[in-house]
């Protein structure tokens, strides 16, 4: 009994876990579109690439060519329509286009002219990070467009995989923070719904496993202690939300806490976690456990 009660437990909290964790994905998925918060981004960090801050060389150029944004304008508004995703091969013929390095150019031409080209293109004092990847591509892939293609490709990667990181870190915080909101609006307090569930193993009976937002916040708000308690006052009748118990012993900002940080995590993490926990549950004692269990009753 206890070992089931246990179970019982850990799924309820897992399910919780899972509903605020994908509730959070929902909201912060929705900030990041009303902002534009992926492109913006991306925008940045390409600037930041080809060394240009101000977004009046390189990377305005980049941004005016059809292969790094082929929903813009062009050159008039190169950051109009920014693209939340741009693919590496695509970004790399946009720079050899823009450094002189494609057509029929390069079929015929030695090496020192193709070296020629980029510092005409881009020139060592305007860009000298730049113009030093592409010159030095070009020596290593001994005036092989493709070997020079893929060296930019690659360099490119690795310069959107730290835009990627530093855009996860800050992902994180705001869904830390958007979780903990939803926390207190909603009262999903870790604490109390194990307690809760501790005493009353019944409630998990008809808990399934979703990936579907909506789904888990219905069940979430429908069958768990989660929300907050109506109360009326003697005198006035008036109805007021109140804390259920834990003004008195301050529990509930812990276990609000417990909630959002268990949203770092990621709803994945939760959806396998509570997939397994229902199997298992599911499954039932094994035969050596009922063997034991009759070897004690005799």
Same mark, same amino acid.
């Given at each position: 009994m206890l070992n089931s009660v246990v179970l019982d437990m850990v799924v309820g909290l897992v399910f919780t876990f899972l509903a605020i964790s994908l509730l959070t994905s929902t909201v912060v998925e929705a900030i990041a579109s009303?902002?534009?918060w992926r492109s913006r981004t991306l925008l940045a960090g390409v600037k930041d690439l080809v060394n240009d801050p101000t977004f009046s060389g390189l990377a305005r150029t980049l941004y005016g060519h059809g292969l790094v944004n082929p929903r813009g304008p062009g050159s008039t508004q190169p950051d109009k329509n920014k693209p939340a995703y741009i693919d590496s091969q695509r970004f790399a013929a946009a720079l050899l286009d823009i450094a002189g390095l494609t057509g029929p150019l390069t079929a015929k031409t030695?090496?020192?002219?193709?070296?020629?080209?980029?510092?005409a293109n881009i020139p060592l004092k305007a860009n000298e990070q &730049?113009?030093?990847? *592409?010159?030095?591509a070009i020596?290593?892939?001994?005036?092989q467009m493709d070997a020079v293609k893929k060296e930019v490709a690659d360099w490119f990667d690795v310069g959107m995989d730290r835009v990627g990181g530093a855009y996860k870190r800050?992902?994180?915080?705001?869904?830390?923070? &958007?979780?903990?909101? *939803?926390c207190v609006a909603l009262n999903v307090d870790a604490i109390h719904v194990a307690r809760t569930l501790w005493a009353n193993p019944g409630i998990t009976a008809n808990v399934k496993a979703t990936q579907n937002a909506e789904d888990a916040a219905k069940q979430l708000l429908t069958t768990f202690p989660v929300g907050w308690t109506l109360k009326e006052t003697p005198s006035t009748a008036t109805t007021f939300v109140i804390?259920?118990?834990y003004t008195n012993d301050g529990l509930a900002l812990i276990g609000w806490l417990i909630t959002a940080l268990a949203t770092l995590f990621g709803a994945p993490f939760w959806f396998d976690a509570l997939q397994n926990l229902v199997r298992l549950k599911g499954a039932g004692p094994s035969p050596?456990?009922?063997t034991a269990?009759?070897?004690a009753a005799a």
């Open positions: 009303m902002t534009k030695s090496m020192p002219a193709l070296l020629a080209t980029v510092n &730049v113009n030093s990847l *592409l010159s030095g020596q290593r892939g001994v005036g800050w992902t994180q915080l705001i869904g830390f923070i &958007v979780a903990l909101v *939803l804390l259920r118990a050596s456990e009922k269990n009759k070897s």
